[in-house]
């Protein structure tokens, strides 16, 4: 009997703590790539936060990170307001200290130039093409603070879009399965 009702106390701690862990995700990420707010790093992260995506990069440490964003900012200078989460990922795959997000952005280059890409540059500013992006995000988090952010997102669909990559062979084009 003691062993059940331990079970249920410790249960109750780690829903309680998921659930916090998943509102300060959800709100990072609505202030970060949502709104286009680096500020936010400074309130949800931790000073040695990681940041890791195929299209941007290892960014070490809240400075680094913010900077990415204001770099984001002058190559989209509008900001995401259609970057959304689609959903928590399915509980079984996601821990107490890893919130998972499935998230879906669509994107206009409508700022400067920009070499700071895995694959090719935009040598010309404002081309006015949309980037639609698509990933998962698994975000770590170590006693109230993200200390981790790693995405697997739709690079090739957004070099595409971009024109930096060939486009899909005919019949092969990417289909969202969602409107963003």
Aim: charged share 20%.
């Amino acid at each position: 009997m003691t062993l059940y009702l331990m079970s249920v106390v410790v249960d109750c701690v780690v829903k309680k703590e998921e659930s916090k862990n998943l509102q300060i995700v959800a709100q990072y990420f609505t202030e970060y790539w949502g709104k286009a707010n680096p500020n936010i790093v400074d309130d949800l992260c931790a000073d040695d936060f990681t940041m890791n995506y195929p299209m941007h990069g290892i960014r070490h440490g809240k400075s680094s990170t913010k900077n990415m964003l204001t770099d984001l900012k002058r190559v989209s200078p509008t900001p995401h307001p259609t970057n959304v989460i689609i959903s928590p990922v399915n509980k079984q795959l996601r821990a107490r200290h890893s919130p998972i997000f499935h998230s879906a952005s669509t994107s206009i280059h409508s700022g400067v130039a920009s070499s700071d890409l895995p694959v090719g540059a935009l040598n010309t500013p404002n081309t006015g093409m949309k980037i639609y992006f698509s990933g998962i995000t698994i975000f770590t988090l170590k006693d109230g603070k993200i200390i981790d952010e790693t995405g697997e997102e739709g690079a090739l669909m957004a070099l595409q879009n971009l024109g930096l990559l060939a486009q899909p062979s005919p019949g092969k084009e990417v289909q969202l399965l969602y409107d963003i």
